[in-house]
């Protein structure tokens, strides 16, 4: 039986449509998905939608509808760019959904009824786009301390969790564990929440409607994070007194990629609510960097917003590049430990750099060359060069590199790695000139071997970027009548003789004229 892995995103919170900067990780999470089942794992893979809380409400309100209405449109808004981007989710959760909404009301009822959950009255200063709370000595400049906007003062009666009954218990975990990737936000959490102390933290609400009920009082719904974060085991069947099939195979979660902003809530919080319920904790959470939007003057990113009129939708975008031009960017541009920036004029650079001039260029003048002097056949002579030892040398390395990137989650070095595959092989074309060996009928043979070696190394690489690229992954492999090929035998794998590539003149990636990009 194959191992197992599962992997989620964190759930897009159903306020608005998302853009560029929302998607990232779920296609982050996507490439790593498909890497893990192209090395064989048997894949479980969720995202999906959270859905409740007092700033929908507030929207539905100012939309003229109710709440459920509002966010169904925005669910399938999300769902929509997601299908668009290629996302292979096993699961898209909505935390509407029927399952959802009935293990949470037994998992609250759990916790109170062991006495982890207790009711007080809460005074403090609220973030409705945040759904905090935060003390005086928390706000920065009188602002909220997560987003800078307003907070107003807010007392209610409220349900609380003992947090510090389980800190020393997952102070012990986080120290002995490689829980939290980066190292930096590890220290981060240790450091600044959890060696000063946890403060209960606040569950329900009494002042709003749209949510979860609480069962035994009317009064309240339960707050967002024991709602929204428990998506990762009811989304398998997950309940208190009944732990679904899905559940058993599966959890504990393999890696939970989230943003670096959403730490704090998967790496304290939750953890804190599994060790409460005697639950298996998640093996990896992994809080990425953000996407940062930059303009056309200066390549400085600021974070996205309606407000400062910066937001880039990848629908749009996926119009403008493709989904494979999206997806591509998105990973190559974003480091492991620093934030990333995007603009129109950034991507189209990338673009004809590496798609267009680096990729798109190769496959099409290796297939023309190949239709052009051998009627479309590939051949192997093994007529045989110190120059294609070289070649093979380093695409084996390359190969070697990118797997070791996707298990460090450095998909950004992965990118490139694969995609030295496609340079090098450019390189060949250079230092063996096939249009000159054309012109020597005693080197037809080594014009074989030639096309034969750059053949069998671009579609190395193809299948290399299937993760990222899955799309124009399959489009090359297509071009090349290559369906054999896997992850596994990889480095071995060679062409059979007479293997046909396709007749028909196709450009992967046509170069965009910088002006059209910015009309765009």
Known sequence: MNEKYYITTAIVYTSGKPHIGNVYDVVLADSIARFKREQGYDVFFMTGTDEHGEKIEKKAAEAGIDPKSYVDNIAGEVKKIYDKLNISYNRFIRTTDEDHVKSCQHIFKRLYDNGDIYKDEYEGWYCTPCESFFTDSQLVDGKCPDCGREVYKAKEEAY??????????LIEYIKNNDFIKPVSRKNEMINNFLLPGLKDLCVSRSTFKWGIPVTFDEKHVIYVWLDALNNYITGLGYDVDEKGELYKKYWPADLHVIGKDIVRFHTIYWPIFLMALGEPLPKQVFGHPWLLSASEESEDGTKMSKSRGNVLYPDELCEMYGVDGVRFYLLHEMPYDNDGVVSTKLITERYNTDLANVLGNLVSRTVAMINKYHSGEIINKNVKSDVDQDLYKSVNESIDK???????????????????????????????????????????????????????????????????????????????????ITLNNLKEYAIKDNTMVTKEKENLFVRIETKTAEKG
């Not at 609380?160 to 218990?169: P, R, V």
Request: some cysteine; proline content about 2%.
């Open 160 to 169: 609380f969790f003992k947090m510090s009954k389980y800190a020393d218990k």
């Open 402 to 484: 990118t797997i070791k990137s996707m298990d460090d989650l450095k998909l950004q070095d992965a990118v490139d790695s694969a995609f030295d595959i496609f340079r090098r092989c450019n390189k060949y074309i250079d230092e063996t000139e096939p249009w000159a060996l054309a012109k020597d009928e005693a080197k037809a043979d080594r014009l074989k071997t030639v096309l034969y070696n750059l053949s069998v190394n671009i579609v190395k690489g193809a299948k290399l970027i299937y993760s990222f690229m899955p799309e124009t992954s399959e489009k090359i492999l297509q071009m090349f009548s290559v369906n054999d």
